[in-house]
């Protein structure tokens, strides 16, 4: 298996660009979500998806959209970047229930200048 | 709504020293699950342990042991004989079923040689 995967690694955005950040997993996890992580402020939910064709706002949700046509795929679009976008992005899986763990992505490292 | 927080920013401690992070949180709910994960400087995200809120058992793995009290609202986390690979940022979660998984700010914590 190889997880939860995202790509790119590494972004370099200007303002106003559109993006797709990649995240896949082959876990068959019900339940995939969005995590930005700024210094001092942890990592806080962007948008989550607890089946295909059902997503949901976390607690950062502008400027962000999200989509899950399978199990398998929750592509991250940011719309038009903003310097305040800038931050490193997870994306994370588990198994239905708030119980189980959650298995995160490598990461994707976004720069908006 | 629900809270955690990490109060240690940072720590740092000599090799084979014991070290506790501590968590607070709050929540309405009765039943609510904690996690903790790490996060080394490769950056990956790692699941340690999980918690749920009608098992006030304390947990011990290795070096490792948790401490939950639910008449204090504490999780903590304590490494024993602390080792350099233990350097990381630590992070405390909350989860009570509403799909929405809540971190703390985390604690970097260092390992001195």
């Known amino acids: 298996n190889a997880g939860v995967t995202q790509t790119p690694k590494f972004q370099v955005l200007k303002t106003g660009q559109s993006m797709t950040l990649q995240c896949a997993q082959d876990m068959n996890h019900e339940y995939m979500s969005w995590y930005r992580q700024d210094p001092g402020m942890g990592l806080r939910l962007i948008h989550y998806?607890?089946?295909?064709?059902?997503?949901d706002q976390g607690e950062v949700p502008n400027g962000y959209n999200v989509s899950r046509s399978t199990t398998e795929d929750f592509p991250l679009r940011l719309l038009s970047a903003a310097p305040s976008q800038t931050s490193v992005y997870f994306c994370?899986?588990?198994?239905?229930?708030?119980?189980?763990?959650?298995?995160f992505g490598p990461g994707t490292r976004l720069t908006v200048l | 709504a629900q809270k955690v927080t990490q109060a240690q920013t940072e720590i740092s401690v000599v090799e084979k020293e014991d070290v506790t992070l501590d968590c607070v949180y709050e929540?309405?709910?009765?039943?609510?699950?904690l996690f903790w994960y790490k996060q080394p400087p490769s950056g990956e995200l790692v699941f340690l342990i999980r918690?749920?809120?009608?098992?006030?058992q304390n947990e011990i793995s290795g070096r490792y042991s948790w401490n939950f009290q639910k008449s204090t609202s504490s999780f903590n986390f304590t490494i024993t004989a602390s080792q350099v690979v233990d350097s990381a940022v630590y992070f405390c979660?909350?989860?009570?079923?509403?799909?929405?998984?809540?971190f703390g700010t985390g604690t970097r914590l260092t390992i001195i040689p």
């Open positions: 918690r749920n809120s009608f098992d006030e």
């Open positions: 994370a899986s588990r198994r239905q229930g708030s119980y189980n763990e959650q298995f």
């Open positions: 998806s607890v089946g295909a064709g059902i997503t």
């Open positions: 929540t309405r709910d009765t039943t609510y699950y």
């Open positions: 979660a909350l989860n009570f079923g509403n799909e929405k998984l809540t």
